[in-house]
């Protein structure tokens, strides 16, 4: 059984949610995506029942503080182990601008020790635009959104079942990516606020979407499941009101997952 589950759901101001980030399971393998910004990743992970050495395979889709800082916690965790001997793999995947931004981020703020205990354990893989690669049991093509702001990446993977997932990141969908798109069984896209809240939030400006705008655009693209995250958290019953206005543009099935909800993939 495949499934999502959700670590995190909010934006990168959020107080109330953790920054989103989750993890694709697959039985026993596991691909953490992201990695939110603060130690909550590490924390959540245990209330899922999950421990750290449960993670031996990260994508981190762009250098955006919300999805890169919490690496730092994992990283600080691991770097101890290695010192014990662990010897498990543990592969990081990202885009050019995010292994720089690793690279100079846990020298700058880790003791030399621990610095060349992680130098000697983990592999960074750079992607490129199409690279197909198996990761936790499972096929996946990485791509470039094709932001407006830093360097971001998506994946596809389709799944034991057959069915195809795709996760875009946390910019509105690009229109060069509708074809990629259409008629997919799973699209994870960013929902940043309600579309009467807009002019409180200014999603737009910030190069994020409303429920409303995602869901006009995936509905004449024949999606089946749309994933709304990256929101932001001052409702109380955010998944009432996103469900509510989400399913007055679109037709398909509408999950707004809340923090350490699971998605299963069936």
Known sequence: MEKIIMLGTGHGFVWNLYNTCFLLENGKEKLLVDTGGGIDVVRNLTKMGYDITDIHDIFISHCHTDHILGLLWILKRMSGLFREGYDAPFNIYCNQEVAEAIKKLYPAV??????????????????????????????????????????????????????????????????????????????????????????????????????????????????????????????????????????????????VPSDLDEIVLN
């Open 110 to 255: 880790f003791p030399d020790v621990l610095v060349k205990a992680i130098d000697e354990k983990i592999n960074i893989h750079i992607l490129y635009d199409g690279e197909k690669l198996k990761i936790a049991g499972e096929e996946f093509t990485f791509f470039d959104v094709h932001p407006k702001g830093n360097q971001l990446y998506g994946f596809e993977t389709v799944l034991h079942n057959g069915k195809k997932l795709i996760f875009l990141g946390d910019e509105t969908c690009n229109p060069i990516l509708y074809e990629r798109l259409r008629n997919a069984d799973y699209v994870m896209h960013e929902a940043f606020c309600l579309d009467a809240e807009e002019a409180i939030f200014k999603a737009y400006e910030k190069h994020h979407s409303t429920v409303k705008s995602v869901c006009e655009v995936m509905e004449p693209l024949g999606i089946k499941n749309l994933i709304l995250y990256h929101t932001e958290d001052t409702h109380e019953n955010k998944k009432e009101l996103y469900t509510k206005e989400a399913k007055e543009y679109f037709s398909g099935n509408v999950f």
